[in-house]
């Protein structure tokens, strides 16, 4: 019984080495789609993109929460204080007596800022109890079951008037700001992508020159002994053969080198094997330029932050304006309050208490202080009008140009797939001319390097599509294909 058990584990334990050895060396195949796939869900730079935008999502809540109302507790359980503090008796002299008591308070307070005027509404309700220590404990009560006030300044800047205008628009801006940078994670991926694939293509055409050559140079080696070719083409295609070896050792240094950041930028693991597929369509579209420029005006951060930073020019030349000038402040309360020795009479028959002050502020003489700011923020204004009117034009330039890019991108592709066939015909053609004695090495290397240009060349023009795609989406944030604007689940990410 032991020796069938033991022998049970073990063969358990080798199928468990096998299934791990065998997940190990399979290769994952991964597409363009799915490599962008897998970068906007767990690379470093979506991540770190999340956390951009949920900084923003919770600035904008703390924003709005300044103007909801806001209850606070003040409390102070126990003040105690014993002091000698000097007392000045019925006579007129002074004499100095030790004093002694404790004292508590409650408050319970309910403000409300008013975006508009910038003021405050307020009410209050509080407690107050006193017990004063000597030959006998005297305690006191002083109660304010409520207060209703209001605080106004009525020339000072009013920051909440600007922040109005301006934190929604910054909102907006970090929610655009977001889809770009995803799209900016797919240009990154595309750019990885089509690294390691060309270099994935380069390798494959180096083992295949490598064992064209050797196969040349064997029939070459033939033929010279039986006095076909000269020495010196024998020489030429021995040369063509080594560096042919050279060339993949080179090859596959920088195809390790691509592999590892494409999967460093994935977040894959590094025993992980990958092997990538060539994108074998592009997508049948022609971007019209002036709904490119209408949806980047609709969609894109860049459009709000034009409005932005021209609205925060004005608030500064506002504020300039307000600041260090003629300023008013009206603060008015009123409530009810009432002292007694016992808690429940404090309650009973309360007084008024009633307050009103006008605060004034007229500054005399600041030596052109104000003056002097007030032109500063005008000057900085203008400095901003005429910037964002200078990238406006960028804008567009940048937009119309990247159409165009995009929709010529489309034939290039389709010629240099083309190319590509027709060149790898030609080396067909040639190196069988070769092999029946019609042309020398020299045409032959000749339509060898014209078939690998021409591969290179084509994938080269499929990145290029493929980039110039996606950095049409970020540009305009809009999905051309499908006629629809990017957007994402802020529920999703938070």
């Not at 800047?157 to 628009?169: C, D, T």
Request: hydrophobic share 40%; aromatic share 10%; net charge neutral.
């Amino acid at each position: 019984m032991a020796d069938r058990t033991k022998w049970l584990f073990s063969f358990i334990l080798i199928l468990l080495i096998n299934s791990g050895l065998k997940a190990q060396n399979e290769v994952k195949k991964l597409n363009l789609d799915e490599v962008v796939r897998i970068a906007l869900s767990q690379s470093r730079d979506a991540l770190a993109a999340k956390h951009r935008f949920r900084s923003s999502f919770w600035e904008f809540k703390s924003y709005r929460a300044t103007y909801m109302p806001m209850l606070t507790l003040d409390a102070v359980v126990p003040n105690l204080q014993r002091s000698i503090n000097k007392y000045t008796q019925p006579d007129g002299s002074e004499t100095f007596l030790q004093q002694a008591y404790t004292s508590y308070s409650i408050d319970m307070s309910l403000s409300k800022t008013i975006g508009y005027t910038g003021g405050q509404i307020f009410m209050r309700s509080g407690l107050q109890r006193m017990d004063n220590f000597g030959d006998s404990t005297v305690t006191s009560y002083l109660t304010t079951p409520i207060t209703i006030g209001y605080n106004q300044p009525i020339f000072s800047y009013n920051r909440y008037k600007w922040l109005n205008m301006i934190e929604p628009l910054r909102y907006d801006e970090a929610k655009r700001k977001y889809l770009e940078d995803r799209e900016q994670i797919a240009i990154t991926a595309t750019n990885l992508f089509f690294n390691l694939l060309i270099e994935q293509i380069n390798e494959k055409i180096a083992l295949t020159n490598q064992a064209n050559y050797d196969t040349l140079y064997k029939i070459a080696q033939g033929r010279y002994n039986l006095g076909k070719i000269a020495e010196n083409e024998l020489l030429q295609l021995e040369l063509s053969l080594l560096r042919a070896h050279a060339n993949v050792e080179s090859v596959k240094l920088d195809l390790e080198m691509n592999i590892f950041k494409l999967k460093s930028f994935l977040g894959l693991q590094n025993d992980q094997k990958i092997e990538l597929i060539q994108p074998t369509e592009s997508i049948d579209l022609v971007v019209d330029v002036q709904q490119a420029l209408a949806e980047a005006y609709k969609n894109r951060s860049d459009a709000l932050s034009f409005e932005r930073r021209i609205i925060e020019a004005e608030s500064e030349v506002n504020r300039a304006k307000m600041e260090n000038r003629f300023n008013a402040n009206i603060y008015a309360q009123f409530g009810l309050n009432q002292s007694a020795d016992f808690l429940v009479d404090a309650y009973n028959n309360p007084l008024d208490d009633q307050q009103l002050i006008l605060g004034l502020e007229i500054p005399i003489l600041d030596w052109g202080l104000a003056k002097g700011r007030i032109k500063m923020a005008e000057s900085n204004r203008e400095l901003v009008k005429t910037n964002v009117e200078q990238q406006i034009i960028d804008f567009e330039q940048e937009v119309f140009l990247k159409v165009m890019q995009f929709n010529m991108q489309a034939k290039q592709l389709l010629i240099a797939g083309k190319s590509d066939t027709v060149a790898h015909k030609r080396y067909d053609v040639t190196k069988q001319r070769y092999l029946i004695g019609k042309i020398n090495i020299t045409d032959l290397n000749i339509a060898q390097t014209e078939m690998d240009n021409a591969k290179q060349s084509f994938i080269s023009t499929l990145r290029a599509y493929w980039r110039s795609y996606y950095e049409l989406r970020k540009l305009s944030l809009y999905d051309f294909p499908n006629n629809k604007i990017l957007i994402f689940d802020i529920e999703e990410i938070m």
